[in-house]
Nanobody
Framework: QVQLVESEGGLVQPGGSLRLSCAAS??????MGWFRQAPGKEREFVAL????????YYADSVKGRFTISRHSDRNTVFLQMNRMTADDTAVYYC???????????????????WGQGTQVTVSS
């Protein structure tokens, strides 16, 4: 059985940092990343480690503040979030797939597996 299990999110003050992790079990994925969904909004692409080459891609809204990385076992992915703002408040979802092509990485429908989601709140 394939599972993606995210670490617990939490409450962060504006300007603060938080690190999320996601562990995959049941199979190995070539691409793993993160989406998020804020209240009343659609799911939004955040970041991705793409295929075995490990190229990384980011949403413009997080570029320069968030860093995605992958453990050498290829089954764990991390999202380091720095200089966080209220706009980063959302449920964060780990995603994974083996059939991604570059033109579709921002499309939620392109991913085969999703984690259960973890709440991240940025507030003073």
């Amino acid at each position: 059985q394939v599972q993606l299990v995210e670490s617990e999110g939490g409450l962060v003050q504006p300007g603060g940092s938080l690190r999320l992790s996601c562990a995959a079990s049941g199979r190995t994925f070539s691409s793993m990343g993160w989406f998020r969904q804020a209240p009343g909004k659609e799911r939004e692409f955040v970041a991705l480690v793409f295929r075995s080459a490990g190229n990384t891609y980011y949403a413009d809204s997080v570029k320069g503040r968030f860093t995605i990385s992958r453990h050498s076992d290829r089954n764990t992915v991390f999202l380091q979030m720095n200089r966080m703002t209220a706009d980063d408040t959302a449920v964060y979802y780990c995603v994974a797939g083996n059939r991604l092509i570059l033109s579709t990485i921002r499309n939620p429908d392109a991913y085969d597996y999703w984690g259960q989601g973890t709440q991240v709140t940025v507030s003073s």
